[in-house]
């Protein structure tokens, strides 16, 4: 498989690498169209690019795509698991199939799997560098977990197991500082919900802020500020001596030079008009 089928996307989890030397019988070889039925795939490829009917170039086209879908499924489940749903990882490869049978052109490359597999994989990678983050980390941060994920990828297919901090360091030429950053990194891509029933999110909601007690009075305060704009200039300073200063009624009414009765009669129209107020 071609070197030039991996780049440097900042993708969340386990880059899937396609190793230079990956036996035939692996899933993705495996899927595609072999023996006679790759011989005519190929003759379906030769016609499409030499037809010039849209609706002719079209059709052939299409069954071309039929016959690799299952190439690009078994590509899209490389990456399954990682943040996006299974359904639109295969519906990015079936896109990236379509292009690579629209752009494919007899000559410039004789597999068309080797053509198609780096279009689909780099569809499919590019959705991750560029809307799988919900908070985008540095480029560089991102290109070091590419460059680690493809060492790790390559210390389990060789030795079985995942290289340590410091094997990374040497391979990739970063410090195990930035390695560790590197690994953090992949939290950005799909933090823990505060809102979730259980598990770390949880734990981090319950152990952040506490109900704020004027929370509950806040509507309330609305509402009383709407209602005392319906007043007049001095039934609002009625209402402020009563019930914000607590004076009674017949020191309200020697205030402002009204008697007792006055007064009684005033907070009277004054609650009749905010009752008023309130139910319209």
Partial sequence: MPS???????????TAVLPRQRPASSPTIAAAPTGERALRVRDLLERTASCREPAEQQRLR?????????VARSLAGRYSGRG?????????????????????????????????VPTVVGEIKRYFRDHSWLVRPPRRIQELRAAINEAEQTYRHRDGTGPTDAELADVTGASTRDIDEAR???????????????????????????????LRHVEDKVTVQRLL????????????????EGWSQARIGSEIGVSQMQVSRWLRTIADKLRNSIER
């Fill in 184 to 214: 953090t990194a992949g939290a950005c891509c799909r933090p823990r919900s505060l809102d979730e029933g259980q598990g770390l999110g949880l734990a981090l909601a319950l152990g952040w802020g506490e109900d704020d007690p004027e």
């Fill in 229 to 244: 704009a319906t007043l007049t200039d001095r039934e609002r300073e009625v209402v402020r001596m009563r019930f914000e």
């Fill in 62 to 70: 299409r069954q071309v795509v039929t016959e690799y879908l299952p």
């Fill in 4 to 14: 030039d089928d991996i780049d440097s996307a900042g993708i969340p989890t386990q």
């Fill in 84 to 116: 996006v749903e299974r359904c639109d990882l295969e519906q990015l490869a079936f896109l990236g199939l379509v292009k690579a049978v629209r752009r494919w052109q007899p000559g410039l490359s004789e597999d068309f799997l080797q053509f198609a």
